[in-house]
């Protein structure tokens, strides 16, 4: 596997010219929301790469290396020795539900030989515990998926997708990986620590939630919020719910992307079902560093002893809002677990999609660093 990336910046432009041209199976692009908008640097872009697929996102930062800037454009292009890739997308609109959206996308990718599914999603409006659930159901058995949804630093206000030749709002796409010399790893922590009881899901509807304990939600979360309150959803990121599915899955966590005071509700990236339990959440910014360490180490087992050729990093915008200038810290970790032969690339997200642990299928997270290794003979 070979590697080549490349950033743009407003200031200096590419800081190296990109070059792999035909040799480029896929290319990853991750940057802020005005390079979609406007395509003007992207079409350059897929002229240096005409046989690559395309995939990439709006973020609300983006993760070159070490580095984790905001408003560039990072590119990475990716040369496989035997293996191989193939992209499909769906608007969401013609899917009628993100349940509907992730089975129709995995039956759009050929199953003999895949190994693993990476998947970007608009990040405001879809269902991520949906899109994920139908995806995993309709892939075979022993195929992995891990992805995110996209961002828009800390506005809310649109994210966008590109997959092919197709940019857009309302997109879902996704990359499946070919090949038995192809290695997947992958890893999920957060970090966060729990306060006060937890409390019933009375009410709810997917991801919007109305009660807890009986009464509002909202309400409920402004008083734990403070002065916070004035700055929804924003400032919810500081303040997640971590949620307890009996029988379910453990370690989910969600966070807000938007409220409605009219219904007293508020709207999650992924569900909080009624029955559940929920528990409100605070930083720790050394556990938030150790989280992300923790997910690299993890990351390497599904490679069973070999380097990580490359690593991408999907991180929540929480994390990055609460480590501010700390933020690169986690990424260093990261980079300290992989070593340097790896090229990492990733974004700031409004959701996470990974398996918790190896034995287990993908979930949708929020607030936590996930990490898909890849490692190729």
């Not at 590119?75 to 020795?81: C, N």
């Not at 929540?316 to 070593?339: A, T």
Request: charge should be negative; charged fraction near 20%; include cysteine.
């Amino acid at each position: 596997m070979k590697t080549e990336q490349c950033r743009w910046t407003a200031l200096n432009g590419w800081n190296s010219s990109p070059a792999a041209g035909a040799d480029a199976d896929l290319v990853l692009l991750f940057g802020g929301r005005s390079f979609f908008a406007d395509k003007t640097v992207i079409d350059e872009l897929i002229k240096v790469y005409p046989e690559a697929f395309i995939l990439g996102c709006s973020t609300a930062g983006e993760i070159h290396g070490t580095e984790v800037t905001d408003e560039t454009l990072v590119s990475t292009a990716i040369s496989f020795a035997s293996s191989c890739c193939m992209i499909s997308c769906i608007h969401i609109g013609d899917a009628g539900s993100s349940l509907e959206a992730g089975q129709r996308l995995a039956q759009m990718l050929e199953h003999d030989g895949l190994v693993h599914v990476f998947v970007l999603s608009n990040g405001l409006n879809v269902n991520g515990s949906d899109l994920t659930r139908g995806l995993t159901s309709c892939l075979p058995a022993g195929v992995s998926v891990t992805g995110g949804l996209a961002g828009d630093a800390d506005r809310f206000t649109e994210t966008y997708v590109i997959c092919g030749s197709e940019v857009g709002g309302d997109i879902i796409g996704v990359v499946g990986f070919y090949g038995e010399n192809l290695h997947i790893g992958f890893g999920c922590l957060g970090g966060w620590d729990p306060f006060g009881p937890e409390r019933l899901i009375t009410s709810s509807e997917g991801n919007v939630l109305f009660g807890l304990d009986g009464i509002s939600a909202l309400e409920l979360y402004k008083k734990y919020l403070g002065d916070y309150a004035s700055e929804l959803p924003a400032s919810a990121m500081f303040f997640p719910l971590a949620i307890r599915i009996p029988d379910g899955p453990a370690g989910l966590v969600r966070t807000i992307l938007g409220v409605d005071e009219e219904e007293s509700s508020m709207t999650f990236a992924g569900d909080l079902p009624e029955g559940a339990y929920a528990r409100f959440m605070r930083a720790n910014h050394d556990r938030l560093i150790d989280g992300a360490i923790g997910a690299a180490s993890a990351s390497l087992k599904g490679l069973e002893g070999r380097d990580a050729e490359l690593a991408l990093l999907i991180s929540c915008v929480g994390r990055k809002m609460v480590l501010k200038q700390r933020v690169e810290e986690e990424v260093e970790g990261v980079r300290d677990i992989l070593g340097s032969r790896s090229t990492i690339t990733g974004f700031y997200s409004y959701g996470e999609i990974s398996p918790l642990m190896e034995s287990s299928r993908a979930e949708l997270h929020n607030q936590t660093m996930t990490i898909t290794t890849f490692s190729e003979d």
